[in-house]
């Protein structure tokens, strides 16, 4: 079992930053594949951004691709995401989930085995 808890959301205008963090705790928190998603109102759950175990791969989705990034800190058990140059389009609870193994990205919401609650991130125009 691996508990995750997200943080770091808000309200941000338009071209700002936020960082977002997920703390995980229960099993070897190193050897899960880790992912952000999110969830507009209405619509159903996406997918952001995803790491493997190490950190050595990464995987974005076309929207996000060059203004968020995802990293993980191992030694702090901790996954994290980086979104630069926010838009309002960016506005959704963003979640983070770990799968097991985590060698390989993976990109789709039925191949996570475990989910934070959720943290909202509003974006002003």
């Known amino acids: 079992q691996v508990q995750l808890v997200e943080s770091g959301g808000g309200l941000v205008q338009a071209g700002g930053s936020l960082r977002l963090s997920c703390a995980a705790s229960?099993?070897?928190?190193?050897?899960?594949?880790m992912g952000w998603f999110r969830e507009a109102p209405g619509q159903e759950r996406e997918f952001a951004a995803a790491i493997n175990w190490n950190g050595g791969s990464t995987f974005y989705a076309d929207s996000v691709k060059g203004r968020f990034t995802i990293s993980r800190d191992n030694a702090k058990n901790t996954l994290y995401l980086q979104m630069n140059s926010l838009k309002p389009e960016d506005t959704a609870v963003y979640y983070c989930?770990?799968?097991?193994?985590?060698?390989?990205?993976?990109?789709?919401?039925?191949?996570?085995?475990?989910w934070g609650q959720g943290t909202q991130v509003t974006v002003s125009s």
């Open positions: 989930a770990a799968r097991f193994p985590g060698r390989v990205v993976v990109t789709t919401v039925a191949e996570y085995d475990y």
């Open positions: 229960g099993r070897t928190f190193s050897a899960y594949g």
